[in-house]
């Protein structure tokens, strides 16, 4: 089991950038592919982006693709969210998402993943 907290939330005008980051508290951080997930007001939560345990493979929601960047530290047990580029409609409470189940970056876009932190808000002003 792996614990999650993300931290680096705020308000920032559109066109700015905000570094989103999430700790996890695993000793087997190297097993989980890691994800950010978003949920915006009165919606349901979506995929934003995954990366795989070694960090060679990343996977973007089209919406995001280009303005924002994952990465993780292995030696740090963590995993990032550059986001560039902001928009009002990336508005949201994000997630930072794990899952050791080994499925495709793909899969995880799809149908979620398993563990979950309590979540971060972003908040882009126009």
């Known amino acids: 089991q792996v614990q999650l907290v993300e931290s680096g939330g705020g308000l920032v005008q559109a066109g700015g950038s905000l570094r989103l980051s999430c700790a996890a508290s695993?000793?087997?951080?190297?097993?989980?592919?890691m994800g950010w997930f978003r949920q915006a007001p009165g919606k349901e939560r979506t995929f934003v982006a995954a990366?795989?345990?070694?960090?060679?493979?990343?996977y973007y929601a089209d919406s995001v693709k280009g303005r924002f960047t994952i990465s993780r530290d292995n030696a740090k047990n963590t995993v990032a969210l550059q986001m560039n580029l902001l928009k009002p409609e990336d508005t949201a409470i994000y997630y930072c998402?794990?899952?050791?189940?080994?499925?495709?970056?793909?899969?995880?876009?799809?149908?979620?993943?398993?563990?979950w932190g309590k979540g971060t808000l972003v908040t882009v002003s126009s």
């Open positions: 998402a794990a899952d050791d189940r080994n499925y495709s970056l793909r899969y995880y876009s799809v149908f979620g993943m398993h563990y």
């Open positions: 695993t000793r087997t951080f190297e097993s989980y592919e």
């Open positions: 990366i795989n345990w070694t960090g060679g493979s990343t």
